[in-house]
């Protein structure tokens, strides 16, 4: 008997990670930045891991961005990316807090904005 669609895609992040659910550090969040650390060998690194380092030598990507690519659940990728990062494939460094403070002053000016209107 064959698995069904989604029965397949409930094993599949299991396998991936080979059975953890957690990462080995906790460093990750959905705005923190994974970065190239440089040509290091490959050989033994799944798929996944593999598309994950040629993701990130086009430029730092976030963790959310990272998972999208690979159309997994975050958590999934943020255990994927943390054995990366030990082996030292990536990097990783916190989404800049400057970037933050933009967007929330961008969505003050949307807000002003709409009440202006009303």
């Known amino acids: 008997m064959t698995p069904r669609r989604n029965e397949r895609a409930l094993v599949r992040p299991h396998v991936v990670t080979g059975g953890r659910a957690h990462p080995t550090r906790n460093v990750f969040d959905l705005v ?6 440089g040509d290091l060998p490959r050989a033994g690194l ?9 993701l990130c030598r086009g430029g730092p990507l976030s963790v959310a961005e990272i998972a999208g690519h690979l159309g997994l659940p975050v958590g999934v990728a943020k255990v994927l990316l943390s054995d990366l990062v030990d082996d030292g ?5 916190a989404g800049s807090a400057e970037g933050r403070q ?8 949307v807000l002003d904005g709409l009440r202006a209107r009303l």
Not at 46 to 54: A, D, G, Q, Y
Not at 89 to 93: A, D, E, I, K, S
């Open 46 to 54: 799944s798929p996944e891991k593999l598309r994950i380092v040629e």
């Open 102 to 109: 933009s967007k929330v002053q961008l969505l003050q000016e």
């Open 89 to 93: 494939h990536l990097t990783t460094r």
């Open 32 to 37: 923190t930045l994974v970065i190239f650390n």
